[in-house]
């Protein structure tokens, strides 16, 4: 009983939302053409009786505003697609590092003398993946286990995550394609301060 008196309110509900704004139209339409058709009554004189002048007018009148109005709103909504739909393209670049192989951050500045010796480890990581990949590997898996493995290696090192995703949709992989675009990532604490590098394939 419950389920029906509810499906009853939400049809009654449904049906005044679909119908209230079509009866608001008809009635600012209709007043519409009567102010329009009392501007247009000097004019009737103009055309023979049988001919129904104001009528005819004012609905005229009526179709040209919306024809302006839409005109209008068509160009603006327009020109707002035009300007948001700016021609853009993404160019990778290879990462700026240190000589030491750590990617410059404004982050390294976070990190003490001990933890900054220690960070490299990330560099280290990716490249270990990566020549796993070079021997052969294909396994998502075995990749990110090489990753986490040399950073396993490094004490100050707390891994949050290493990734071995789609260089495209970055979706976890379990097999990487070969002329597919890959990425390998990670992010590493040391501290209170978390780093983050990545090496791209092929």
Do not use: Q
């Not at 339409?29 to 247009?40: E, P, R």
């Not at 404004?106 to 021997?135: D, F, G, I, K």
């Not at 075995?142 to 949050?160: C, D, G, P």
Request: hydrophobic content about 50%.
């Amino acid at each position: 009983m419950k389920k029906s008196f509810r499906y009853v309110v939400n049809a009654v509900g449904s049906g005044f939302l679909i119908l209230i704004p079509i009866y608001l139209a008809v009635l600012l339409m209709l007043k519409a053409m009567k102010s329009v058709g009392g501007m247009m009554r000097p004019l009737a004189h103009l055309v023979p009786d049988w001919f129904p002048a104001e009528r005819v007018l004012s609905i005229a009148v009526v179709l040209v505003i919306c024809f302006v109005v839409g005109v209008a709103v068509r160009t603006h909504v327009g020109r707002m697609a035009r300007d948001l739909a700016i021609p853009t393209e993404v160019v990778a670049c290879p990462t700026v590092r240190e000589p030491d192989g750590l990617a410059l951050s404004s982050r390294n500045v976070h990190l003490s003398p001990e933890e900054r010796a220690a960070a490299p480890v990330l560099r280290r990581a990716l490249l270990a993946a990566r020549a796993r990949w070079e021997a052969g590997e294909r396994s998502g898996d075995a990749l990110r286990a090489s990753m986490s493995e040399a950073l396993r290696a490094e004490r100050l090192a707390t891994t949050a995550y290493v990734s071995a995703a789609d260089g495209e949709t970055l979706a976890e992989l379990d097999r990487l394609r070969d002329g597919a675009p890959a990425l390998l990532s990670l992010a590493v604490r040391f501290g209170a301060t978390r780093l983050i590098d990545n090496e791209p394939l092929p």
